[in-house]
């Protein structure tokens, strides 16, 4: 039985790397040395496109020829990753004469140094030796990071400590519904949260996971019912934060993408309150790719256009030029406008949209309780009505409807 390795961090900011071989093992192992700053020098005679985009963007350097074994000179660490293991075998030999620590990828067990299972969480990296089977590596590794980024692994001490360096105040973006759709980085701050000031769109599972200790104040904007002011928002988000508490403000969807997300980042800033912005997946994608829709395709469309419809469209304070949009060839999604779908569409058709212009709306997408229908855009409305569809709902106008249909057609045709 050999030895166990000894574990150890290197620092190679700076330092030369040589990587021999261009195929997929490199293309995996090459991004996190770049990450740690690493002088890479590359060499193969031929090297996957991902790699040739980072030669071609300055972030290694590619010698497109065979490997020799002055490429060793004034490395520190070697990456033998041909597909050849007898050129391997003498990569490994020549770096050993010199001293210089060698992964092979094709037998670890005959390098002198053994690359981990890596795994990355907030300033904390795991690295993972299974003794020798690199799927339980993979496993223990990921199990970990699972738990650094639910909050789980962390002590309350340590949280506590980490809290004081994160900003009074998160603006994180939750997804389109789904709780499985929030960002790493959001879940993360999540769990680390004193209060969180939550949209009724934002997926209120993620409630359900927080310790008894955080305050939850809810910042609901029900259509024609009861809202919480954006100006009580705001100043929810300020005292809370100038209090010394940790604030995530939970949103649907993307903060920015008609979420007033703008709003509270110039609120807070205003009143000396430091802000992280975590984007989120927007529903004015997710949803319509739920449903099976690509809001474009190739051949189709060249274009997509996101409008807000909470305005109807002979409102004075609509902004939206309506006419402009009846020409588009591309793809027109609407949010907020299931309950103006009718003079929506009969303005852009009254403005040069073709009636059999393809149609859906999608309730509650990303969700167990998702409904859709498809119709041309002078019947949607009335085919909404008849289905029952309401708000939270997305429209989305445009050929790629008809491509959401073929494809959903052969998805059901699967066995």
């Given at each position: 039985?050999?030895?166990?390795?000894?574990?150890?961090?290197?620092?190679?900011?700076?330092r030369r790397v040589l990587v021999v071989g261009g195929g997929t093992?490199?293309?995996?192992?090459?991004?996190?040395?770049?990450?740690?700053?690493?002088?890479?020098?590359?060499?193969?005679?031929?090297?996957?496109?991902?790699?040739?985009?980072?030669?071609?963007?300055?972030?290694?350097?590619?010698?497109?020829?065979?490997?020799?074994?002055?490429?060793?000179?004034?490395?520190?660490?070697?990456?033998?990753?041909?597909?050849?293991?007898?050129?391997?075998?003498?990569?490994?030999?020549?770096?050993?004469?010199?001293?210089?620590?060698?992964?092979?990828?094709?037998?670890?067990?005959?390098?002198?140094?053994?690359?981990?299972?890596?795994?990355?969480?907030?300033?904390?990296?795991?690295?993972?030796?299974?003794?020798?089977?690199?799927?339980?590596?993979?496993?223990?590794?990921?199990?970990?990071?699972?738990?650094?980024?639910?909050?789980?692994?962390?002590?309350?001490?340590?949280?506590?400590?980490?809290?004081?360096?994160?900003?009074?105040?998160?603006?994180?973006?939750?997804?389109?519904?789904?709780?499985?759709?929030?960002?790493?980085?959001?879940?993360?701050?999540?769990?680390?949260?004193?209060?969180?000031?939550?949209?009724?769109?934002?997926?209120?599972?993620?409630?359900?996971?927080?310790?008894?200790?955080?305050?939850?104040?809810?910042?609901?904007?029900?259509?024609?019912?009861?809202?919480?002011?954006?100006?009580?928002?705001?100043?929810?988000?300020?005292?809370?934060?100038?209090?010394?508490?940790?604030?995530?403000?939970?949103?649907?969807?993307?903060?920015?993408?008609?979420?007033?997300?703008?709003?509270e980042l110039e609120a807070c800033l205003a009143a000396g309150v430091?802000?992280?912005?975590?984007?989120?997946?927007?529903?004015?994608?997710?949803?319509?790719?739920?449903?099976?829709?690509?809001?474009?395709?190739?051949?189709?469309?060249?274009?997509?256009?996101?409008?807000?419809?909470?305005?109807?469209?002979?409102?004075?304070?609509?902004?939206?030029?309506?006419?402009?949009?009846?020409?588009?060839?591309?793809?027109?999604?609407?949010?907020?406008?299931?309950?103006?779908?009718?003079?929506?569409?009969?303005?852009?058709?009254?403005?040069?949209?073709?009636?059999?212009?393809?149609?859906?709306?999608?309730?509650?997408?990303?969700?167990?309780?998702?409904?859709?229908?498809?119709?041309?855009?002078?019947?949607?409305?009335?085919?909404?009505?008849?289905?029952?569809?309401?708000?939270?709902?997305?429209?989305?106008?445009?050929?790629?409807?008809?491509?959401?249909?073929?494809?959903?057609?052969?998805?059901?045709?699967?066995?």
């Amino acid at each position: 039985m050999s030895a166990p390795f000894y574990p150890l961090g290197l620092r190679i900011e700076g330092r030369r790397v040589l990587v021999v071989g261009g195929g997929t093992v490199a293309q995996r192992r090459v991004p996190s040395l770049l990450d740690s700053g690493a002088d890479v020098l590359l060499v193969s005679p031929h090297v996957t496109p991902a790699l040739e985009g980072l030669a071609t963007a300055g972030r290694l350097t590619w010698a497109a020829r065979r490997y020799e074994e002055s490429d060793l000179d004034g490395a520190w660490l070697v990456l033998a990753a041909t597909s050849a293991p007898q050129v391997n075998a003498a990569i490994s030999v020549a770096a050993e004469q010199r001293r210089i620590w060698c992964v092979r990828a094709d037998d670890g067990s005959a390098g002198t140094a053994w690359t981990p299972a890596v795994g990355r969480h907030d300033g904390v990296t795991v690295a993972v030796l299974g003794g020798g089977d690199p799927r339980r590596a993979a496993a223990v590794r990921d199990g970990v990071v699972e738990r650094l980024a639910d909050g789980s692994l962390d002590s309350p001490r340590f949280r506590g400590l980490h809290k004081r360096s994160i900003p009074g105040v998160a603006l994180v973006g939750a997804g389109p519904g789904d709780p499985e759709l929030i960002t790493v980085r959001g879940r993360r701050l999540l769990s680390r949260a004193d209060v969180v000031v939550v949209d009724r769109l934002a997926p209120h599972l993620l409630l359900d996971e927080l310790p008894a200790h955080v305050e939850v104040i809810d910042a609901a904007k029900i259509p024609y019912g009861r809202y919480m002011a954006q100006e009580a928002i705001n100043t929810a988000l300020i005292e809370n934060a100038l209090a010394g508490k940790f604030v995530v403000r939970l949103k649907g969807g993307d903060p920015f993408v008609f979420g007033r997300g703008g709003e509270e980042l110039e609120a807070c800033l205003a009143a000396g309150v430091p802000v992280e912005v975590v984007p989120g997946v927007t529903s004015a994608i997710a949803v319509p790719a739920a449903a099976g829709i690509p809001v474009t395709h190739r051949g189709v469309t060249h274009e997509f256009v996101v409008v807000s419809g909470h305005v109807a469209p002979d409102n004075p304070q609509s902004l939206v030029d309506w006419e402009a949009l009846a020409k588009l060839r591309g793809t027109l999604v609407v949010l907020m406008g299931v309950e103006r779908l009718a003079v929506i569409a009969e303005t852009l058709i009254r403005h040069g949209k073709s009636a059999d212009t393809p149609a859906a709306v999608i309730q509650e997408g990303t969700t167990s309780e998702q409904r859709s229908i498809v119709a041309s855009l002078a019947t949607i409305a009335r085919a909404a009505d008849e289905e029952g569809l309401s708000h939270p709902a997305i429209v989305v106008i445009g050929e790629v409807v008809a491509i959401g249909d073929r494809l959903n057609a052969l998805v059901a045709a699967l066995p």
